[in-house]
């Protein structure tokens, strides 16, 4: 157990449906990330919290949104999906934001039909 | 051009074998790079952390930097089948925290 929970582990929507992505981190770190994982692409990064306010939109859609209520919890709202945006979506955590060693949750794997 | 390429494997060894995984990556700015291990259905987890140029060692596992080349690797030394995972290797530059990935090189490693 990395500290980092995510649920749910599988997430299957349609496009008109509206969900969330939940995070967790157990760790007191104070940056968490949501990042992207297709099929033999890098890891792309989505956004960027430190202590709550966000630092990094990485030209995510809008469909995508965000939510950081405090240090601990980090949320991914999502709602009118595409079907290119199936994937595994993964939160992470670091100590600080400049902090290279990241903690990774187990990801959400999202399919959207 | 990708600022970090890596073979995607996979990459199928015997038990025992040593495991040389490498990466390339283009920005000569680059000073952090690191290697991280994702086991199926689960995030990565950071396996080896080096600063700069020169190798550094963690047990069976040896991360090594050659900035001249632009050329990073990690030899898995005695191999394990529980060493059967993707490896991404990661770096990142002086002026960004930002950590950029490779897409992972699949290893399996045969009993």
């Known amino acids: 157990e990395t500290g980092v929970t995510q649920t749910p582990r599988h997430l299957v929507m349609g496009m008109t449906n509206k969900k969330s992505l939940k995070c967790e981190q157990h760790l007191g770190h104070n940056a968490m990330y949501w990042y992207k994982q297709s099929a033999k692409k890098p890891l792309e990064l989505m956004f960027v919290y430190n202590f709550k306010e966000q630092t990094e939109n990485n030209s995510v859609p809008s469909r995508f949104s965000p939510e950081c209520p405090n240090s601990s919890h980090l949320f991914l709202h999502l709602h009118t999906l595409q079907p290119e945006d199936s994937a595994l979506y993964l939160c992470?955590?670091?100590?600080?934001?400049?902090?290279?060693?990241?903690?990774f949750g187990s990801g959400t794997q999202l399919s959207v039909l | 051009q990708k600022e970090v390429e890596q073979d995607p494997g996979p990459l199928s060894v015997p038990e025992g074998a040593i495991v040389s995984l490498n990466c390339t990556y283009s920005?000569?700015?680059?000073?952090?790079f690191m290697w991280y291990r994702q086991y199926s259905r689960k995030g990565p987890e950071l396996l080896m952390y080096t600063y700069s140029s020169g190798n550094k060692e963690d047990g069976r596992f040896t991360a090594q930097v050659d900035k001249s080349s632009k050329y990073i690797s990690l030899f898995i030394r005695d191999s394990q089948p529980s060493d059967s995972a993707t490896y991404l290797c990661a770096t990142q530059g002086d002026s960004s925290y930002k950590l950029i990935f490779g897409s992972g090189t699949r290893l399996l490693v045969r009993p």
């Open positions: 992470a955590s670091s100590l600080e934001e400049s902090n290279e060693k990241l903690f």
């Open positions: 920005n000569s700015a680059f000073q952090y």
